[in-house]
């Protein structure tokens, strides 16, 4: 059975640095690239940051029931589709999901076992110092940010992980342990069920 592993961050706090260490160091994880309605931004690519379709589109794969989850964001549609977690079952992979404190709410509720980490910036001063550093948004647009961010950050602790982002380093480390931790876990209960299992299936 794959594990879910959701990260969720507020804007600024280098969740997408943190995830790609991780993807990058820890073998048999797959990303699931979400789909969204919005318009590429700077160099982003279709389907590597993105699957980019239009609101149409996305309103007849809600329809459907395709995604695992969705939300509406400032007008735009971000959704996570089912077929991620139907070929990392097919492949004997886990699933590595970067979505928001909503969709990871929509998640759980789903898949009550999915593991939660929340990844938060030091403190306000220096995520807003991030934010400024990275150069991609007009001064009003960070200051939106920031208070997505204080939303967000009072959803933290429905979270079963959260990792303050201080060094880049020690915090991909701990990323890193906490996703082989969960793994060997659930390996552990594995082996002590399945030989119980199969004493009622020879009955």
Not at 97 to 125: H, M, N, T, W, Y
């Amino acid at each position: 059975m794959s594990i879910v592993f959701i990260v969720s961050a507020p804007s600024g706090s280098g969740k997408s640095t943190l995830v790609s260490r991780l993807l990058k160091d820890v073998p048999r994880l797959l990303f699931s690239v979400s789909y969204t309605t919005r318009a590429p931004r700077g160099n982003e690519r279709q389907d590597e940051d993105y699957h980019f379709i239009s609101r149409a589109e996305f309103e007849e794969r809600i329809a459907r029931d395709e995604f695992l989850e969705w939300a509406e964001v400032f007008g735009n549609y971000y959704g996570t589709h089912r077929e991620i977690l139907d070929r990392a079952r097919s492949e004997g992979f886990d699933v590595v999901l970067d979505i928001d404190v909503q969709g990871a709410r929509q998640l759980k509720g789903r898949i009550p076992d999915a593991v939660s980490i929340f990844i938060l910036a030091p403190s306000r001063e220096i995520l807003e110092q991030r934010l400024h550093d990275r150069s991609e948004d007009p001064p009003e647009v960070i200051a939106r940010r920031l208070r997505e961010a204080a939303e967000e950050i009072r959803n933290c602790r429905a979270y079963d992980y959260v990792l303050v982002n201080d060094e880049v380093e020690r915090s991909a480390d701990t990323l890193e342990a906490i996703v082989k931790a969960e793994r060997a876990r659930r390996t552990r209960i594995e082996e002590k069920i399945r030989p119980i299992l199969a004493t009622f299936e020879a009955k």
